[in-house]
């Protein structure tokens, strides 16, 4: 079973409109990190979230994204307004927690597929 | 800001061959981890190898053996006797280690990797 399950596999929006990508992982206390890959590119961090905080963010992650862990399970990304540039794989990855530091291997969803058109 | 840089957009190897993917970074810490990340054509991200930057002695797992030359702040992959399910991008991720560590990975623009029969 793997240790995070991403939801949905693929996900097609409409410019404007607002998507909800979500994590869902098996343990609890642990480290969330939200990665966008573009069509053929790197993979880039968008945002850490611990302790029902954000703990870092990139320049990427501005006001159009938000994260949460809503019910203490799940933990989401929201973009609010899509744009034809968040077309792009979209990662969750877990790091269990030891005490304030990460474990040292981060654990990868399987990623979803966003399309805005 | 840490930055890491594999300089072979794409690789080619005959099955049975051994290859060496290059990747090189830079980071002022001391203390930190290197990892190598498959990614299939499904996009799953999965992790290859790690090495801790304090260890002074590489990593290998199976087939998998890294190069790591801290000084020159070099980490290549070396994969021996490749098989065709070997193909696919690889990337090189750097995290750093202790203080206050979220666990953010930083990629390379990684290297596609094909194995011809």
């Known amino acids: 079973e793997p240790e995070v399950t991403q939801t949905p596999s693929h996900q097609v929006t409409q410019m404007g409109q607002e998507v909800i990508l979500r994590c869902v992982p098996i343990s609890n206390h642990l480290y969330f990190y939200w990665y966008r890959q573009i069509l053929g590119q790197k993979v880039e961090f968008l945002v850490s979230?611990?302790?029902?905080?954000?703990?870092?963010k990139s320049e990427i992650f501005d006001d159009q994204f938000s994260v949460e862990r809503p019910d203490g399970s799940n933990f989401t990304l929201k973009i609010r307004s899509t744009k034809l540039e968040d077309s792009a794989m979209y990662f969750c990855a877990i790091n269990k927690a030891r005490g304030k530091t990460a474990s040292t291997e981060a654990f990868f969803g399987q990623g979803t597929r966003l399309t805005v058109v | 800001a840490q930055t890491v840089t594999q300089s072979q957009p794409e690789m080619s190897v005959q099955e049975a061959e051994t290859v060496t993917l290059s990747c090189t970074y830079d980071t002022s810490e001391s203390d930190y981890y290197l990892f190598w990340y498959k990614q299939p054509p499904s996009r799953q991200m999965i992790l290859v190898i790690r090495?801790?930057?304090?260890?002074?002695q590489n990593a290998t797992e199976n087939r998998f053996s890294v190069n790591f030359q801290k000084a020159a702040k070099s980490f290549s992959l070396k994969i021996s006797d490749s098989q065709l399910g070997d193909a696919a991008m690889y990337f090189c991720?750097?995290?750093?280690?202790?203080?206050?560590?979220?666990?953010?990975?930083?990629f390379g623009q990684g290297t596609i990797l094909t194995v011809h029969p």
């Open positions: 090495q801790e930057a304090y260890k002074q």
């Open positions: 991720a750097y995290r750093r280690r202790g203080g206050t560590s979220y666990g953010k990975l930083t």
């Open positions: 979230f611990y302790n029902n905080e954000i703990s870092e």
